[in-house]
Each structure stands twice: as structure tokens, then as C-alpha cells.
């Protein structure tokens, strides 16, 4: 369990495991898009490069949103709402999560 009103440097998904079911009442969300980048990339010109891999197959990337949104429905209190802006594929998605 973490505890509340504290700031923690970890990835999302393996924080999302440690929260207690329906206990948060908002999610805003915009994950990595997907957009190709690898970390520590020296070709690349962007700074975002160190920092994460931004490079899966469309099926990996799914699947690794698909799992993050059903932690997001598992710790979302009932009647509550999660909004995600990704890209899936060439399409931006502006989800609405209730």
C-alpha cells in the first residue's frame, strides 16, 4: 500500500498494483505515444530519449495500455471518471474512462 499525499518516482503500472481497490476519484493520463524513440538512442535528437523506450510493436503497445486500463477501472471509486489521450496506431484516442 502506498501512502497518500506523497510523491513516488516509479513506474505507473507497478504503483496502480499497490493502490487499494476504488480509492481514487480521478485519473488524467497521456502516456508515451508510442512514437518510436529508444532509450539512450545517440542518433536521435531528443532529450525524451533518456529517460524511456517509446518503441513497441502496435500489438505490445495494446496490450500495455489494455493492463494499465484495467488498473485504472479497478482503483477508480464507482460513479468516478479517468480521462486518456494515447495513439493507437495512426489514430489519436481521446478516451473517457467511467
Not at 70 to 97: D, P, T
Request: aromatic letters at 16%; charged letters at 20%.
Amino acid at each position: 500500500m502506498l501512502d497518500l499525499n506523497k510523491v513516488y518516482y516509479m513506474n505507473c503500472f507497478d504503483g496502480l498494483k499497490l493502490l487499494d481497490d476504488e480509492i481514487i476519484d480521478l485519473i488524467v493520463t497521456d502516456p508515451p505515444y508510442n512514437t518510436g524513440m529508444v532509450k539512450n538512442n545517440k542518433s536521435s535528437s531528443t532529450w525524451l530519449m533518456n529517460f524511456f523506450n517509446d518503441s513497441y510493436s502496435d500489438e505490445d503497445y495494446f496490450l500495455l495500455v489494455s493492463n494499465v486500463c484495467k488498473e485504472f477501472f479497478r482503483v477508480l471509486k464507482n460513479n468516478k471518471c479517468g480521462y486518456i489521450y494515447i495513439c493507437l496506431g495512426k489514430s489519436w484516442v481521446y478516451g473517457l474512462i467511467c
